[in-house]
């Protein structure tokens, strides 16, 4: 009874806020296909690295004349045969940078897998047309090339995520009106729907309002704030801040009873933040059957990528953070049983210079990424390495990588996964079209099948 | 002959803006509490009754913007330096602020200070874990140069260390082709999207310019590199220097050609003078006008404001040549933010700020602030300061909560879900522990005539935060609900022992002001 009042008067509250608030027509989604899936339990998680990975010194092209071009291309920055864990992949040789040699090991394992040169396009594009092909707007620059990470719609900022569309879109049953997307200490335009309602997890869990003081008048916390927002004001604005309000409360109030149902102890001594928020992730993840849920995305970043200063050190710190924290959660989840239904992806908002100002690099553009879980054909390095040579078609004047696979191509295997079929990921990703037509580029096609097969059918 | 005629247009016109077009409210009178504390809640870290009343004493807006714009300046530095007996921490550097901010009578500049501190960010960076002092100064650079011309101001910023090292231009150098190194971008480009012209071209009145419905780019990748090359060659004044402004070594600067938004630098230049040249490019620039009058026009008045309110403060700029005195005194007299709140589009106003809805909590409770140390608070409201999480500030200008809207509400970025309990329960921690004891180095919060009102004039003790708290917003419901609330904790009918009597008044003045600092009204400025 309680619960459908509360959904009523939500509704007047929409309907109301709508009728008040100019819409932005361009704002309004295209309407989107059901996305039907199956009955298997499926989480994404997606964690960026802020501040653009400098991922030339993450994995390297060691066959001789590559590596002897690589230091020749970064003097001060390029890794020496001491910092690098070297391996063999289809008679090609490369290496990873020494600090990763827990990821290098599930990359034996064939749990984990590379891409190469990744990067942020609206068109295909290669250097000798660079300056005549449509490139996404503000190249190189923070916050818009993470929100192309994050919307996939370069062209109108600040609308929808991807994540928060696929959330939409799902034909899924919802039990009790509990998000299916998360961020983990983080919000992120990732998770902004026109519908679904992401919840921004602290990183120590889920922050509950304290219990109320006695009270003659209210019985609870919740019912202190419901009575404050029985109120209605002449401003649109107050009254969007009201339902943000009433929602956080009736959302950590539900979000909490489910967290307290597991004895996973996320927040351990000397973890780093990364570490902790992971293992949340995993708490959160082993709940889903009291979540109700068969499909979850989580969004989480790690911060200080942005190198410009002292890059070699910085990394250094940054990657034994990055693989210690990955290590744990791939164990944890296999210790959870949950391994199988699992599948996480690096982005980050750039890849950086291959030269350097001495000490750092530059914000770039094309870059390495890896993704791991059950479901990926690991062992394996995808897509092109592109050739350092100052001067090579893979850079550009000011020696940026220039991509040779899109983020729509990195994350289609990812998303068919997930259950997504080929017309919703042409929805979801406006671009994906244009970006697959590669008549006019003539590079080498190098398949991006890091999918195990039965998971594509 | 030419540029003495230029000045005098330039100053008449100044004067015609202000006197006689009545864009500007100069000549408003102050007619009731309710509107003084309005507007002190604009201008300052929150209304106090004597601020009221000093206000209503001085009849206009315009005496009281003058009177501050005049008053002698804080300085931070110093205070902190004071404290030097201790290892200097975080803690000290925090303090330091709330003391200043809620004790110092220069509040418009502070305010406006604080403004600038989110536009030009230094946050923490690494190395800076010592430097508390050093930051301290580098906020005090904000505070001298509030009222100054925005020039001055950016070329402080642009000198100073700190900034030197969070954006790394401190010894940048020029490029060394046989290492295949290059300037640093970094400070070049974060200048050029934040500090001075932002992303893409704007309209005089603020609207994004559109090229065949696309956005087009301020700057190029070439204009970052050229001007990347103008900021070479810059180094600590001394060793461990923190605090002067970096001098220049003229070996490591590029002093070759610069073009840099098609305006050439000429060769052979001193650091200094490059610089010079390339900062006048930026600030006479026509976006930095409108980019950075209607930020601080959003810090101060409203998230939305009018194509027209964003054309005259950005006039204003262009014309006094970035005067920040003028910019803010035109912001906080122009028609938008004065004229009365019930003629006012259902979209005015703006979220407050969480330091600066804490900070006029405090200021409305007759706090004296003697903190020697202050835990940061972002961890529970999800701002300090100087403590961003990026140069991109603790919440962006252009943050939409609702997708599909064409308003913007920056500070609801940081209205998460777990910000937004924190920051309740951080509010009740405060407001159930309303004690002043002086001699204690902590924030003393002094209920004296409350006390006494909550017990024998409930009216009265609302009214009284209404007006503190909401400038008067809230409505008979609302003002209802807090009484019945008060007044469901009864006095002991027979055995008054006056202790529990005041044990029962502070009960109902803590209940009271939390209900209202819990109501979506408080949060809002209008």
């Known amino acids: ?457 | 002959m030419k540029y003495l005629h230029l000045k005098k247009k330039l100053l008449t016109s100044l004067v015609l803006t202000f006197l006689s077009t009545n864009i500007m409210a100069d000549n408003i009178n102050v007619e009731s509490d309710i509107e003084a504390s309005r507007f002190l809640t604009q201008a300052t870290f929150g209304p106090t009754i004597k601020d009221i009343q000093e206000l209503k004493e001085m009849k206009t807006y315009e005496k009281w913007v003058d009177t501050q714009i005049e008053l002698p300046y804080t300085k931070m530095a110093p205070k902190i330096y004071s404290m030097r007996g201790d290892l200097l921490t975080e803690a000290h550097r925090q303090a330091v602020w709330w003391n200043t901010v809620i004790n110092e009578k220069d509040q418009l500049r502070l305010r406006t200070a604080y403004a600038l501190s989110q536009i030009l960010v230094t946050g923490f960076s690494k190395g800076f874990a010592k430097k508390e002092y050093e930051r301290t100064a580098y906020y005090d650079i904000l505070i001298k140069n509030s009222f100054s011309k925005f020039n001055t101001l950016l070329k402080e910023v642009t000198l100073n260390p700190i900034m030197g090292q969070y954006l790394s231009m401190l010894d940048n150098k020029k490029a060394v082709p046989q290492k295949n190194t290059h300037p640093d971008e970094n400070f070049a480009r974060e200048i050029m999207q934040l500090f001075t012209i932002g992303l893409s071209e704007l309209n005089p009145d603020g609207s994004i310019v559109l090229e065949n419905g696309k956005e087009v780019a301020s700057y190029t990748q070439k204009d970052i590199e050229n001007l990347a090359r103008v900021f070479t060659g810059w180094q600590l004044n001394s060793r461990k220097d923190y605090i002067s402004q970096m001098k220049c070594n003229e070996t490591f600067h590029d002093s070759n050609q610069k073009i840099i938004l098609g305006k050439k630098i000429e060769a052979g230049l001193t650091c200094e003078d490059d610089l010079d040249r390339a900062l006048q490019i930026l600030t006479t620039h026509k976006n930095t006008s409108v980019f950075i009058s209607k930020q601080l026009i959003q810090k101060l008045i409203t998230s939305n404001p009018t194509p027209e309110y964003i054309k005259d403060i950005s006039d204003i700029f262009k014309e006094s040549q970035g005067d920040l005195k003028l910019v803010i005194k035109g912001i906080l007299l122009h028609d938008e933010a004065r004229i009365e709140r019930n003629k006012k589009s259902s979209i005015f106003g703006k979220f407050k700020e969480p330091m600066i809805r804490l900070s006029a909590f405090y200021r409305a409770t007759n706090t004296i602030s003697r903190l020697r140390k202050s835990t940061p608070v972002k961890v529970f409201i999800g701002q300090t300061y100087l403590d961003a999480g990026s140069v991109f500030n603790y919440f962006r200008p252009t943050y939409k909560v609702d997708p599909s809207s064409i308003y913007v509400t920056p500070e609801l970025q940081i209205a998460t879900d777990s910000i937004l309990p924190k920051t309740s329960n951080f509010l009740e921690k405060k407001i159930f522990n309303l004690t002043c004891k002086v001699n204690n180095l902590k924030l003393c919060i002094k209920l004296e005539d409350e006390l006494i009102w909550v017990k024998d004039d409930v009216d009265r003790f609302i009214n009284h935060y209404n007006l503190l708290l909401f400038a008067g917003t809230m409505s008979e419901e609302m003002k209802s609900e807090v009484e019945n609330y008060i007044k469901s904790f009864k006095y002991p009918t027979s055995n008054k022992k006056s202790k529990t009597v005041e044990q029962i008044s502070r009960k109902r003045a803590s209940h009271a002001l939390f209900l209202m600092m819990s109501m979506p009204e408080q949060n809002f400025q209008q």
């Open chain 1, 1 to 457: 009874m309680n619960s459908r009042r509360n959904f009523l008067k939500k509704l007047a509250i929409t309907s109301c806020a709508t009728l008040l608030f100019k819409v932005d027509s361009l704002a309004v989604e295209k309407k989107l296909s059901k996305i039907q899936i199956d009955n298997t339990d499926k989480s994404l998680v997606f964690l960026m690295l802020n501040g653009g990975n400098d991922s030339a010194n993450m994995l390297i092209d060691k066959e001789d004349e590559a590596y002897k071009i690589y230091k020749e291309s970064r003097p001060n920055i390029a890794l020496n045969e001491d910092e690098l864990i070297e391996f063999e992949v289809n008679d090609s040789k490369y290496a990873i940078h020494y600090k990763l040699k827990n990821i290098f090991k599930m990359f034996e394992r064939k749990e984990l897998a590379f891409v190469a040169n990744v990067g942020t396009m609206i068109k295909p594009i290669k250097k000798e047309t660079f300056e005549t092909t449509e490139k996404p707007p503000y190249l190189y620059s923070h916050p818009t090339q993470r929100a192309h990470w994050q919307s996939m719609e370069p062209l109108e900022f600040l609308k929808t995520g991807w994540g928060g569309r696929i959330s939409d879109a799902l034909d899924i049953s919802r039990n009790e009106n509990l998000p299916l997307i998360y961020g983990i200490g983080t919000k992120s335009l990732f998770l902004k729907a026109n519908n679904s309602k992401a919840y921004i997890f602290d990183n120590a869990g889920v922050i509950d309002f304290k219990r109320l003081r006695s009270s003659n008048i209210y019985t609870s916390r919740k019912d202190f704030f419901k009575k404050i927002n029985d109120n209605t004001n002449s401003n649109t604005l107050v009254n969007l801040y009201r339902d943000l309000q009433y929602s956080t409360v009736e959302k950590s109030i539900k979000i909490e009873n489910i967290l307290k149902q597991s004895e996973i102890i996320v927040d351990i001594k000397g973890h780093s933040t990364l570490t902790k928020n992971l293992m949340l992730i995993s708490k959160i993840i082993s709940l889903r059957a009291e979540f109700g849920l068969k499909r979850q995305i989580f969004y989480l970043n790690t911060s200080g990528y942005d190198t410009h200063h002292n890059q070699k050190s910085n990394i250094n710190s940054l990657y034994n953070n990055l693989d210690t924290s990955i290590n744990t959660f791939n164990e944890q989840l296999k210790s959870l049983g949950l391994y199988n239904n699992v599948l996480t992806f690096i982005g980050s908002d750039f890849g950086r210079t291959i030269t350097s100002n001495e000490t750092g690099t530059d914000h770039g553009w094309g870059g390495h990424y890896f993704v791991f879980g059950e479901a990926v054909k690991g062992g394996e390095v995808y897509g092109n390495m592109p050739s350092l040579k100052l001067g090579s078609s893979d850079l550009t004047n000011r020696h940026r990588l220039i991509p040779t696979t899109s983020l729509e191509e990195y994350l289609y295997p990812i998303c068919r996964w997930f259950g997504l079929n080929n017309m919703n990921i042409k929805e979801i990703f406006p671009h994906y079209e244009a970006l697959t037509n590669k008549e006019d580029i003539n590079y080498v096609e190098k398949k991006l099948d890091f999918i195990k097969d039965e998971y594509l059918i």
